[in-house]
């Protein structure tokens, strides 16, 4: 596709258990971030790849949090024994290129909805 | 550490009415750049300014960057009922050139 993909679009997991969340950027772009979105407010960073490389990951909330991007393509994002407050919309978004990422425009997926009960 | 803040979180308006989102930075920012997220939906890139006192307009929406890159502004005019959706800013950490730090947003409501 043209787009950042996302899967699951919705996940529903009870409080203690793992969720995998995936994102497959825009074929060809080197930057990819992770974003928390709580409901009502902006996106908050929570770890950015560049390549394959984990070059910020000051986001993450807990080492419950873990991301990875192995072929500097699609990217993983793990939490592990889910806590009713990890509910939230997790967004990706990609962009072209490496360095300065941040001038760069972010194209955005549709999220994944977590909701922990 | 940086903070965006955006007022007003809401605004209501008829259609027709102009609409304004105002954008302020704790720290001066390099860039910033504007984005909408509809209901439902994900944030879209609408615009990216990088020079002191710039102004960009897209139609009926007007750009502004402050002259010290601290603040911005988003102006509608003649609002529609497609422009309906949570309008935010964003601007770069300074000490990591890779993340966006995003202000909380002005959601938008358009009466018919």
Redesign the interface.
Known sequence: GAGVSQSPRYKVAKRGQDVALRCDPISGHV?L?W?QQAL??????LT?F?NEAQ??K??LPSDRFFAERPEGSVSTLKIQRTQQEDSAVY?C?SSPRGK????Q???????TRLSIL | GQQ?MQIPQYQHVQEGEDFTTYCNSSTTL??I?WYKQRPG?????LI?L?KSGEVKKQKRLTFQFGEAKKNSSLHITATQTTDVGTY?C?G??ET??????????T?LTVNP
């Open positions: 930057s971030f974003y009502g407010q902006g996106p908050e960073f950015y560049q070059l910020d000051s986001g967004l978004a300065t990422s941040s001038n425009p972010q194209h955005f997926g549709d999220g | 965006v390099s860039n750049q939906g994900h944030p879209v890139f990216q990088v935010f964003a770069p950490e990591s050139g890779s993340r966006l730090t995003f202000g909380e947003g959601q």
